[in-house]
């Protein structure tokens, strides 16, 4: 059996379903939660967001995410509404050039995900590959013992607190910091999970900060290892883009 903790998705990581032998150092620990082994398979993962903001009429949206993990990279693709996509690529090592996202044109005039309070990267949990800190105090997150770390954003203008299952060495929550500030402005939650096959796969997730929050729900998902068919559509066509 395996697991899949794709948040924010959205990243997608592949873990086996084992136990920890021995307690890690904080820095072994986060490189193993960086890179699980089986990383070569697709998945994809079809839903809908639904976003509410206080004294505002709430708001929905499709979304689509897929991924094709290889050994040394994630590449990804996030479509929200049908019109506005992201193609992102993800080396498995920290450092400011190991995330890149490119907007797929044409673009919307206003985006859709920025509204409801995501970040394309968010979904493919780049987030892990943000410059170690330090550990915090454990903690225990929906009955899970889960070990705390703090990391720097690229920039130094954020960090994160990362709660990681100790066990499994997946994240269950991360909450984003601003410099200097003590308190989050964002808050993501996985939320539960669907077996597909060998693979356990995010269905839903939560995103909060003051005053909003965005669910998203994901009913359609796939998933196998790169030697089985893969999608011929697995990368898609946002409307409006040339060929489409």
């Given at each position: 059996?395996?697991?899949?903790?794709?948040?924010?998705?959205?990243?997608?990581?592949?873990?086996?379903?084992?136990?920890?032998?021995?307690?890690?150092?904080?820095?072994?620990?986060?490189?193993?939660?960086?890179?699980?082994?089986?990383?070569?398979?697709?998945?994809?993962?079809?839903?809908?967001?639904?976003?509410?903001?206080?004294?505002?009429?709430?708001?929905?949206?499709?979304?689509?995410?897929?991924l094709?993990?290889?050994?040394?990279?994630?590449?990804?693709?996030?479509?929200?509404?049908?019109?506005?996509?992201?193609?992102?690529?993800?080396?498995?090592?920290?450092?400011?050039?190991?995330?890149?996202?490119?907007?797929?044109?044409?673009?919307?005039a206003?985006?859709?995900?920025?509204?409801?309070?995501?970040?394309?990267?968010?979904?493919?949990?780049?987030?892990?590959?943000?410059?170690?800190?330090?550990?915090?105090?454990?903690?225990?997150?929906?009955?899970?013992?889960?070990?705390v770390?703090?990391?720097?954003?690229?920039?130094?203008?954020?960090?994160?607190?990362?709660?990681?299952?100790?066990?499994?060495?997946?994240?269950?929550?991360?909450?984003?910091?601003?410099?200097?500030e003590?308190?989050?402005?964002?808050?993501?939650?996985?939320?539960?999970?669907r077996?597909?096959?060998?693979?356990?796969?995010?269905?839903?997730?939560?995103?909060?900060?003051?005053?909003?929050?965005?669910?998203?729900?994901?009913?359609?998902?796939?998933?196998?290892?790169?030697?089985?068919?893969?999608?011929?559509?697995?990368?898609?066509?946002?409307?409006?883009?040339?060929?489409?």
């Amino acid at each position: 059996m395996r697991i899949l903790a794709v948040i924010f998705l959205l990243t997608g990581m592949l873990l086996p379903l084992l136990s920890a032998e021995e307690y890690l150092s904080s820095k072994s620990f986060l490189e193993k939660a960086r890179n699980p082994v089986g990383k070569n398979y697709w998945v994809t993962m079809e839903g809908k967001a639904i976003h509410r903001r206080r004294d505002k009429d709430n708001s929905e949206s499709p979304i689509y995410v897929a991924l094709r993990m290889f050994p040394d990279r994630t590449a990804a693709q996030v479509i929200i509404n049908g019109n506005e996509g992201y193609l992102l690529g993800q080396k498995y090592e920290p450092g400011p050039e190991s995330t890149s996202v490119i907007a797929m044109e044409p673009k919307p005039a206003k985006s859709k995900l920025a509204e409801f309070g995501l970040r394309p990267q968010d979904l493919t949990m780049a987030f892990m590959f943000w410059d170690f800190d330090k550990e915090l105090s454990s903690e225990r997150i929906k009955g899970y013992e889960c070990r705390v770390l703090k990391l720097n954003s690229p920039s130094k203008d954020e960090y994160i607190h990362v709660y990681i299952n100790s066990e499994y060495y997946f994240p269950l929550k991360v909450e984003w910091f601003r410099k200097s500030e003590d308190k989050p402005y964002r808050t993501g939650e996985f939320g539960s999970f669907r077996k597909h096959g060998d693979f356990w796969l995010v269905s839903s997730l939560l995103i909060y900060g003051p005053g909003w929050k965005t669910r998203i729900d994901f009913d359609k998902t796939a998933a196998d290892f790169s030697d089985k068919s893969i999608p011929a559509e697995l990368f898609r066509k946002i409307e409006g883009e040339a060929g489409k």
